[in-house]
Every structure is written in C-alpha cells, then in structure tokens.
C-alpha cells in the first residue's frame, strides 16, 4: 500500500499543510518506508523531489516541508515497496512529455499480467525503472499518443476506458496530471475534499498542526485535496467509488 | 551566455565542490540572473533541482551546495534568457524519455532558423516551453528516435551529425545524457579536466574554497568535469574546438 496525495487549486497555493500529514506517514505513523516523490506544476513547467529513502527522515522532504512552493496542481507519494528494487527510477511520481505538455502520474496497487497489454515490440513510452507502476503509465500513455487531436471529452473518455483496463490487473488507484487537469481514477480507496470561502480551521490526523486557510487564502480561492484517505479530522471528505473517475480543473471538480 | 557544467565518474562523486564555483556567477561574478538547473543520474534514475530564480540567492541552489549528493553524470545549467520568458517549463536542464532511458540535454547559445529543421506537423517529442534550446533537443531526440536499435558508435555519429546541423544556426554548445554516457558538442566554447589518482589540491576560479581531493576519493576515482570556463586557477584544462564532440564514460574520454 502506498499513500497518494493530489491538489488542484484556482490560484497557486502551497500545500505544505497538506504534506506534513503525509510525510509523517512515511515510516513516522505508517508502514511505507520505501521513497517517496512529489511534482509541483508551476504554469506548463513541473519540479520535482524524490527520494528513495524514507519520508520520515529525508533531508528533502524537511526541505521541502518548510519550503513554500505555490502551485496549481501537485501529485505525491509514499511508496511501500512490492514490486521493483528500492531505488530512485521506481519513486513516483513518473513523467513523460506528450504534445508539448508534461504528463505526471502516480499510483497505488499491484498490477497481474501487464505483459498481457503491453504491445511487445515496445511501446511509444517504456518504463527506466522496473515496476508495474512505471509500465501501466507508459502503456497509458502510449495509448493517449494514438489519441492525438482529441477533445479534452475524448481525451477524458479514453484515460477512463485505460484506467478500468488497468484496473481489471488488480488495485489500481491513480493520479494524473497534464498541468491543467487532474484525473483522479478510484479502484479501491482514494477521498477528496474541495476548500473554498469561508475557510475554517482544519486539524491533521497524523499531526499536532492546525491551519487556519481564512488567513492564508482569499474569498475566491478553491482548493481540492485528494489522498487515500482523509487527512483532517474535523472536515468531511468524499469517498470515492471503485471505477470512478473524477476530474479536477482549477480546483472544481469538472466532470459529473 | 549561459554557463555549463557537466561531470562524468566511474563512481558515484559529489559535485559540490565544482557547482559552488558555478552557482556564483547566477548573479554573483557573472551575469546569469535568469535561473538554473541540475540534474543527477543516479542508476538510470535521474534527480533533478531548477530554479527560474538566480542561482546566487536561491533557495534550492544553497541546498543543494550544502546537501551531498553522489551521482555518476550530472549536467548543470545557468541561463541568461535570450530567447523565452523567465519559467520554470524554460529552465534547463531539459529532460526526455526514450527507450527506457531518461535522456537529459542542457544548451549554451542561440539558434536561429530551426523552424526549417523541425517537421511543421509535429516531431515525436515537443517543447513543453518557448525555447530555442528545447525544441533543438526535441529535434534531436525526434532524430535518435527514428535510429532504433542502432549501436553506440552509429548513435554517437547521429548525435555528432545532429549537433553539427544545430551549430549551423548559430552556437550550440552543449551537455547531452542517457544516464551512462555524457555527449558534449563544442560550438565555441567548452573545458575539460579528468582527475585521477594521484589527486592534488584544487582552487576554484570564483570562490575562496580549494578542495584536496586525495582525501576525498580512492586512487581508483576518475572523474571529468566539463565546464564553459575552467572553475579552477590552479589545473589544465583541454580547451576543445569548433565541431569537436567528446563522448565520456565512467569519467574516461571513449572517443577519439
């Protein structure tokens, strides 16, 4: 099991709230102690830290905690190990340019028989590193490669076609991102929450920390968290189903 | 202009002896105030740092001075914007995935006349930003794409016959990966240096910092470190030509 994080806000917002709960998980109050990554869009451009070592004590994730990167959409994850070596080419999230666009992708589960879709020729997008993770995104992007031209409406339709796919080969919980959108596909637990005026106070649940996102946001900001499960005690989160798509724009959930 | 930083070690070395003599002139005694970049090969994994902020004051640039990160090539880039707005998607170095190996490409100079170069319906990869330096690396990698399977001495040839076409619009010195060999094409300007056993002590041009490097390494390290300008007062660096491409391995020049 692995921990994903995702945001999709309307103006550039820091999400070191978000990812303090998180990193603690990372052998502090969880089990996963195999790496750790995070990509930041800032405009069409993406920066990224990984780490193979435990989030727990990284020095770059204590960089990065304290550090205030404001962005508009973010993927995270802490990674427990089952298939693939621990080492810097398995640490999501993954990345591939498609159309003049960055792609960013991150994943929870075990995928079966992968060998079973992947064309075995090669594919337009392989895998460095040696996890089923790496090699579903290839695959997927491969397929929205084919796509080319598409409506963002055919582009949605093919990811979820993919993604049931994919998910078929086991647990397949997946965040996704091209900068503007992010596709958040549910096989078996992920939950969301969308912050907008008037913000209140919300409390960690693996932390002693509170923030007040009054004082840090205007009347017009719309933030969207996504994680496997809740991060705040006193918020309501929605769950999501298995084999449901949701799709973030500037922080609202765009499809239905 | 734009200052260069390359290194290639038949073990995994700190550079950071050598990228605080760079991160200087991003606003300290050069006039590079327009971000910088760096990546790091570790395995086929690749860690990367960017910053459109100078280097001199950045954040990111003093820790990544002060955090020891030991990498086999790394490629380093600080950018004086000519062509393309002051962003994160324009900061180099730029980064690639073909054949399951991540490629990564930083460029000093400008180019003129690419259009002609690059096919107008699209080439297999495309910038993500408005850089002259990223769609020359998208054509060239466009262009090793279509060399599939060729072997490393018809690679290498492709490369040379790539970068000979670029320089002809205008200058294109350049730092090219694929996480086991280090590609560096001299337009106008570029130095190198191997150290090996029996090392001595270095003194780096633009900072009252030397390093005795016997103390650091085993007689078994090589190391080459590429540079715009020799970063040190006290060595000799081999000052390559117009046209030249100098393919490094493990540290050792492997090509003649």
């Not at 978000?18 to 869009?41: C, E, Q, V």
């Not at 205030?68 to 993927?75: D, F, L, Q």
């Not at 963002?152 to 993604?163: F, N, T």
Request: charged share 25%; hydrophobic share 35%.
């Amino acid at each position: 099991m692995c921990e994903l994080l995702g945001m999709s806000a309307n103006v550039p917002t820091d999400i070191c709230f978000s990812f303090s709960g998180l990193i603690k998980r990372g052998g502090g109050t969880g089990p996963h102690r195999d790496g750790w990554g995070i990509a930041f869009y800032q405009g069409k451009g993406v920066r990224e830290f990984r780490d193979p070592q435990p989030g727990f004590n990284s020095e770059i994730a204590r960089f990065i905690k304290d550090f205030p990167i404001k962005s508009t959409v973010v993927i995270s994850h802490i990674r427990q190990a089952n298939v693939g070596k621990v080492s810097l080419e398995n640490t999501h999230p993954f990345i591939r340019e498609l159309e003049g666009r960055y792609w960013c992708f991150a994943h929870n589960g075990q995928l079966k028989g992968l060998e079973l879709l992947i064309d075995p020729n090669g594919e337009r997008f392989m895998p460095v590193g040696d996890t089923d993770s790496e090699a579903a995104f290839c695959w997927l992007m491969s397929q929205l490669a084919k796509g080319r031209g598409q409506s963002p409406e055919e582009r949605q339709s093919l990811i979820k076609s993919c993604a049931d796919q994919l998910a078929r080969l086991g647990v397949f919980n997946m965040l996704l991102s091209d900068a503007d959108r992010l596709y958040v596909y549910c096989s078996t637990k992920l939950h969301w929450i969308t912050r907008r005026a008037p913000f209140g106070v919300a409390t960690l649940h693996d932390d002693d920390i509170s923030a007040n996102f009054g004082e840090e946001t205007t009347v017009n900001d719309v933030v969207t968290v996504v994680a496997t499960e809740p991060l705040t005690t006193n918020e309501e989160w929605v769950k999501m189903q298995p084999g449901e798509l949701a799709v973030f724009e500037r922080g609202e959930l765009v499809n239905t």
